[in-house]
């Protein structure tokens, strides 16, 4: 039994509305296109898998969380329950592995500890198809909200990882091609717009990105 059940917490109270989730997911669809099938590395409830479909792209999540999988399931979904690891030393994932040439893994990253996260970009390049397109995402660290409020939010949080170092850790472990940048993630409302110009000349660069993307092949 893990923290959040003994003490009845429920982790998942902070999350988003699915509307919130499903527009931020749609944006990363286009990145994938031209790929036969893409790998979701933490898939949740399926809301980016949903997304693929709709635009004829052939997806596979692996999530560990069960009750996750069986609503994704339900919305006729392909799942593994499992965790990621586990998935990529069974013979059955690698097997489906070595057909995926992309990889879609969003908000995992900072779940893990720097040794995990070496030992993904290694069972993605050794495991994926060949010239495989990977995204990841992850909290930006450059972020004042982020550092102040969202990364605290979740207790199974580990590190915070910078464009830099993930760029790097990529590398070392074979990938040729990586570029990271900040973003927000999600088309901003009137107010908003007009709270982001306010804070602009106090914080920079440093608001209003709460978000790291790293491509990288």
């Not at 893990?112 to 990977?134: D, H, K, N, T, W």
């Not at 850790?169 to 717009?193: E, N, V, Y």
Request: proline share 5%; net charge positive; with cysteine.
């Amino acid at each position: 039994m893990d923290t959040a059940q003994k003490y009845n917490f429920n982790p998942y109270q902070f999350t988003g509305p699915d509307w919130w989730l499903r527009d931020f997911h749609r944006r990363h669809v286009s990145y994938f296109s031209g790929c036969k099938r893409v790998l979701d590395l933490g898939a949740g409830r399926g809301l980016f898998l949903e997304e693929l479909r709709d635009a004829a792209i052939e997806g596979i999540g692996v999530e560990g969380y069960l009750p996750s999988c069986e609503e994704g399931r339900a919305k006729r979904l392909r799942y593994y329950h499992s965790d990621i690891f586990a998935f990529f030393s069974s013979p059955e994932g690698q097997l489906q592995s070595h057909q995926c040439d992309g990889v879609y893994c969003a908000h995992v990253i900072e779940h893990m500890q720097p040794e995990q996260l070496f030992e993904l970009f290694r069972c993605i390049r050794r495991y994926c198809a060949s010239g495989v397109r990977v995204r990841m995402i992850t909290n930006n660290p450059a972020d004042i909200d982020v550092l102040g409020h969202v990364f605290w939010g979740d207790l199974t949080h580990q590190r915070l990882y910078p464009g830099v170092l993930l760029e790097a850790m990529a590398k070392s472990q074979g990938f040729t091609s990586t570029i990271s940048k900040p973003f927000h993630g999600l088309r901003l409302g009137k107010r908003d717009m007009l709270r982001r110009v306010w804070d602009r000349p106090f914080w920079g660069k440093h608001k209003w990105v709460p978000n790291l993307l790293l491509d990288c092949s």
